[in-house]
């Protein structure tokens, strides 16, 4: 079966076509500026040309379309006809308390995604709007819902409570969910593939890229992550700051005379490495500053290995142990410096990285021969975690 991923945010629509035969790429692309002017990238992965050109999307009901034709196409097509495809998978932020897995989209699932609209505001309301618009181009192929959240669905009350009044829990549905699920879930389930399924596994995985998180794992089940309510807390990011002091806020609000939205701009679009280095948020930079001596960028990226480690610690910690650390994302995947840094002062633990393996790209073992725990890099999937639990769903 062809199954279609889709990842809409307000005025984008990320794809994938994955033939779930031998799990391979047909084709991928990206609407952009829907609802402004308009324009799709879209790469077949059989020899055919890419096509990149404006277009105009109204909504994204019409960057489906779009998206629909060329993956038929003559000139820049994979398929020959919409009906090679069996189904759609969605990416949606929040699924709240409710959706411990993914589900078909019906209308309790829709109605869930709508109630989740106050704590995803940014995502969910565009992910809906993703689903929608398949629904009207494809009736009557099967939609599959997959929640960044699921994962985290996993803790245990003593891990996801925050220590507030209980009633906000209960009321206004404060806890700790965790993001990046489907990227932690993968790579989680991957790294006890390598690991002969041991039962018991304890697995920490390092999700490092312009967002950040961390998650503790056994038997791939979350014990615990690092974001929390919303995708702000855990380690400086980016542009996000991670944890921060709670009172630091109305600090900040009243000597600097800032309003609410403009506390909440600084913490998630100003902070992180970014706020830090005031250089940038991406991590290629900022090693090239600090290579040049740019003292704050080389404070930024010491600040973010050194929160890594301290969660790495706190997840050991919490699972009386870890057997396999693994790393993940843009900057876990790429950067063997970043990895050094973490992994300094970890050999306490167990953990030995291999100066010349951590050189390496892909999936790949880093540990050193006389490290207790395994050390992977485990290039991310998130578009194939759904592709799978749509096939799944659909299958039955
Ligand atoms: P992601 O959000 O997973 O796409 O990751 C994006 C981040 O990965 C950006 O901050 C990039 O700078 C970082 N990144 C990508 N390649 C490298 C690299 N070779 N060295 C350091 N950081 C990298």
């Known amino acids: 079966m062809k199954i279609l991923v889709i990842n809409a945010g307000s005025s984008s629509l990320k794809y994938q076509l994955i033939d779930m035969e031998n799990e391979s790429l047909l084709a991928k692309g990206l609407c952009e500026r829907i609802g402004i002017d308009g324009r799709l990238e879209h790469k077949p992965q059989n020899g055919k040309p890419v096509f990149a050109s404006e277009m105009n999307f109204p909504t994204h009901q019409e960057a489906i379309e779009a998206v629909l034709e060329k993956l038929v196409s003559e000139e820049y097509g994979v398929v020959s006809s919409m009906s090679e495809i069996g189904a759609v998978g969605h990416r949606v932020l929040h699924g709240g308390a409710e959706f411990t897995k993914s589900c078909l989209v019906d209308d309790a699932c829709e109605a869930a995604i709508r109630k989740c609209f106050p704590l995803g505001p940014l995502h969910n309301p565009a992910n809906l709007m993703g689903i929608k618009a398949c629904q009207a181009v494809m009736p009557g192929t099967p939609q599959v819902a997959v929640f960044d959240t699921s994962f985290g669905m996993d803790m245990a009350p003593k891990a996801y409570m925050y220590a507030l009044p209980y009633e906000y829990y209960e009321k206004d549905s404060v ?222």
């Open 175 to 396: 806890r700790r969910y965790g993001f990046h699920g489907t990227s932690h879930r993968f790579v989680s389930a991957r790294a006890l593939e390598l690991t002969g399924k041991k039962p018991g596994t304890r697995v920490i995985n390092a999700h490092l890229g312009n967002g950040s998180s961390l998650s503790a794992s056994i038997d791939g089940k979350c014990v615990d992550t690092s974001m929390g309510l919303t995708p702000l807390a855990g380690v400086p990011m980016g542009t996000r700051s991670g944890d921060i002091d709670p009172s630091i806020i109305q600090y900040l609000m009243t000597q600097n005379d800032l309003s609410i939205d403009e506390m909440m701009t600084v913490l998630n679009k100003k902070s992180g490495v970014l706020g830090i280095s005031g250089v940038s948020s991406d991590f290629r930079d900022l090693d090239n500053a600090a290579a040049e001596g740019n003292v704050r960028a080389q404070l930024a990226l010491d600040k973010f290995a050194y929160e890594v480690k301290k969660y790495i610690g706190a997840y050991i910690a919490a699972m009386g142990g870890v057997d396999v650390l693994t790393f993940t994302a843009g900057v876990g995947e790429n950067s063997s410096s970043m990895r050094a840094s973490i992994c300094e002062g970890l050999e306490c633990f167990g953990i030995k990285l291999d100066p010349e393996k951590n050189k390496g790209r892909g999936e790949i073992e880093i540990s050193a021969d006389d490290s207790d725990v395994r050390i992977f890099i485990i290039p991310t999937n998130e578009e194939l975690m759904i592709a799978r639990d749509t096939l799944a769903l659909v299958q039955g």
